[in-house]
């Protein structure tokens, strides 16, 4: 984990691919954020929503105790290429009722010559309205030509810096397309060097201290809980509700594994 951030997804067809198409599933526990750098997604829930998602608009999908929805990638001349990150909640929130945004303007800068885009938490002068359960921070950098900028980071925060499209260097150390280097807290700053044009994520966010069980499309706090939760929608819970969409059906959730699920928390120090 990086702060509550529990689980980060980087996606792109490596060939031509008929898009995405992931029907009805729930959640729980847990914040989804979609973030595309190219074409359009089309989210459908369980509360009703049915919400486009482009580059440079954000989808929250809050869980909370529990929610469904589909995912379907759009036709577009630009191939699918974006994130979907999880957030795990707290305790004090994770049972608290299920509701969906959509950010169509998020805050935007110009550091030194480099646009960022502020997904969520505060970067100098701007602060993301992106709600937010514990302290978190995300955004995307884009680099027009090499470049090497210091950026101002809170001493409190651990962070994960994950190369999208180039190499680059966080503090001297190289990290590859495609890997995410982490940082634990305690640093007031970050030198990042660039060889061309490009593009970065930055996530980060205060350590999460609360040991979470993570499984399926569920978190809860111990393996009886994710049981409870994969029965309730294997037997069609009104907790989950259902989804109108154009896909149809819904997914089963996977056999429990034969073993006891043990928490994952703040203890594992390095992902990539
Ligand atoms: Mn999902």
Redesign the pocket.
Known sequence: MIGAWCFLDHFLPAVEVEGMQ?AA?P?TGLQ?VTWLFSGVVHHNDSLGSSQLVKPGQLNLMTAGRGIS?S?VSLESNEILHGIQLWVALPDKYRNIAPSFNHYQDLPQLNFEGVKINLLTGQLLTERAPTQAYSPLFAAQLDFSHDAEIELPLDKQFEYGFLAVDIDLFVDDQEIEVGAMLYQPPGEEKVTLKIGSAGTLIIIGGEPFTEEIVMWW?FIGRNHEEVTEMRSEWQEGSEKFGTVADEIGGRIPAPPMPNIRLQPRGSKRKRLG
């Open positions: 992931v599933h959640h989804t929805h995912e499309n």
